[in-house]
């Protein structure tokens, strides 16, 4: 009997000892798949930026030169779009930072009411062609400025506004932005 449970035993450890290669293999296969991963989002985001950014920088060149408000509509409509795809980008890019642990958030001074204005336009033309209203009920003043991440906040606020535009089907959709308080 002590002999069959001698065997048992041996065998059962055997067993166990099999599974734990198995699984460490697994988890190193898994790391080795996620670098990869990575690797390859980080390299498709740099190849679509480049000439995302030459799209971006000629459409504001001939949008300056542009006296005509039917094609400026139309190339603001471009930028707008061009702008959002290079932030569907970078959200890749930062996604990928996320993993490694090396996402820093920016302490910059910026213009909140800009910020706000120019996410609500970026969203004017979609809400339009769905035969929406994108209203813009602007609670703050235009000098107020504030410290942090414009790019996360405006990412946040593209996010709420592309749903908001994306499942109302008629109607409006009301962004109201409003300073609950304010120091120097």
Known sequence: IILVIVIILIINIARTMKYEKDIIAAKEKAEKLA??????????????????????????????????????????????????????????LDFSKLEAGKLDLQKRAFTLSKTIEDVSYAFSIAAEKKGIHLNLNMLIDKDVMVTGDEFRLKQVLYNLTSNGVKFTDRGNVTVTASVLWKNE
Not at 45 to 64: C, D, M, N
Request: glycine share 2%; net charge negative; proline share 2%.
């Open 35 to 92: 670098i990869t991963k990575t690797r390859y989002l980080n390299s498709m985001s740099h190849e679509i930026r480049t000439p995302l950014t030459s799209i971006i920088g000629f459409t504001e060149q001939v949008i300056k030169n542009e006296y005509d408000d039917e094609k400026r509509k139309y190339l603001e409509a471009i930028k707008t779009s061009s702008d959002h795809l290079l932030n569907t980008v970078n959200d890749v």
